[in-house]
């Protein structure tokens, strides 16, 4: 193996390091803290960016999911008020009870919130009832039946109206009016 001289390998090392230094003050550029601060960053904003807009999309078909679960339910239960057929509606409710769910709490928060109108609070006491009612009945329930009803409820008989109130006597049905 022949050696070469000093001068010449000082050269090629010089060479070298011409060549590599601009490499190294850019690597030197990267690697300050600032910078890879400034690129974690970056990063971590893109991914929650990206996550965020994932769970958003998630959220939006979720959402159309339970209202097209919501239709199809509304749908079927018209049926069953035609047909008397309760299967398809039973099924539907059994593999998506979301609709049914939400249906449930809703009335559940409206029928909170009426009894809080209604006056009845925390305590247990009521507001006296209003003095004036209007039935309209519809559907199978006479008027004659309904006033038997409340008057056997308790209703007083006393101020009501009508030839309905005169014929029926609340003690013909086992119970007197409270006075």
Known sequence: ?????????????????????PDAQDLAKHVQPQVIAEQVKGTIRQRIQDAV???KANLRARGQELVDSGKRQANLARKVGETRETAPLTDAVRSDPRPMVLLAVVLTLLLLMARKVTGVAATGTERPLPQHAHFQPVGGAAGDMTLAALLHAGAPSKGSRGSSASSVSPSSYGRSPPR
């Open 1 to 21: 193996m022949t050696q070469k001289p000093p001068e010449r390998i000082e050269r090629e090392m010089f060479e070298i390091r011409s060549q590599m230094e």
């Open 53 to 55: 807009e994932r769970v």
